[in-house]
């Protein structure tokens, strides 16, 4: 079982279109974390949102930590080729143990 | 950049060989972790360590086993390695005193068992 979901596995958009991917979970986590990570390299964090309903914005990109803390959503306004990777979401459990990662949604932006 | 090395960064090994990949870190961050990143499964955790000679079991450690003799470095062993084993490896640290911390990650070493 996946604690947690991401949706959708792949995306397929044309440049200037907006888009939003979640991350789902029946679980509470005490932070969420996003990482976008392109080919052939690891990971990098984009933010980590911690507070029930915070919202967080990245230039053209909007994160949103669900109010129950179960969920997080990433909106990207007007998306460019170079938006393109995979995002990751990784939460936080409570207790001292590691993050845990979602499978991740593979973004592709054409030009 | 937070000074994480991998090596090698590829492999290509046969069936049944031992396999030691390395991480190496320049900032002494106590916690460091291994992953292996296989399409349609995401990042899973192999193992992690917390300290000298501190290490703990991830999700998929079977045929895994790892040791850290000094801060710095954390090695990852194959025993006998098998075609189930072929992905890229990631190693990672948390710079912080939580392993809930931030997590910064290495380039990856992509392994292939033949």
């Known amino acids: 079982t996946q604690l947690l979901e991401q949706s959708p596995q792949f995306l397929s958009i044309q440049e200037g279109e907006n888009l939003t991917v979640y991350c789902n979970s029946s679980s509470v986590f005490s932070s969420l974390q996003w990482y976008r990570q392109e080919p052939g390299e690891g990971p990098v964090l984009l933010v980590t949102v911690v507070t029930g309903g915070e919202v967080k914005k990245l230039k053209r990109l909007t994160f949103q930590f669900g109010d129950a803390r179960k969920d997080s959503s990433l909106h990207i306004t007007a998306a460019q080729p170079g938006d393109t990777g995979l995002y990751l979401c990784a939460g936080a459990r409570s207790g001292n143990t590691p993050l845990v990662f979602g499978k991740g949604t593979r973004l592709s932006v054409i030009a | 950049d937070a000074g994480i090395t991998q090596s090698p960064r590829h492999k290509v090994t046969e069936t049944g060989t031992p396999v030691t990949l390395r991480c190496h870190q320049t900032?002494?961050?106590?916690?460091m972790y291994w992953y292996r990143q296989d399409p349609g499964h995401g990042l899973r955790l192999i193992h992690y360590?917390?300290?000298?000679?501190?290490?703990d079991k991830g999700e998929v450690s079977d045929g895994y086993s790892v040791s850290r003799s000094k801060t710095e470095d954390f090695l990852l062993t194959l025993e006998s390695a098998t075609s189930s084993q072929t992905s890229v490896y990631f190693c990672?640290?948390?710079?912080?005193?939580?392993?809930?911390?931030?997590?910064?990650f290495g380039p990856g070493t992509r392994l292939t068992v033949l």
């Open positions: 360590s917390y300290g000298v000679k501190d290490t």
């Open positions: 900032e002494n961050h106590r916690y």
């Open positions: 990672a640290i948390s710079r912080g005193q939580a392993s809930t911390d931030t997590q910064y």
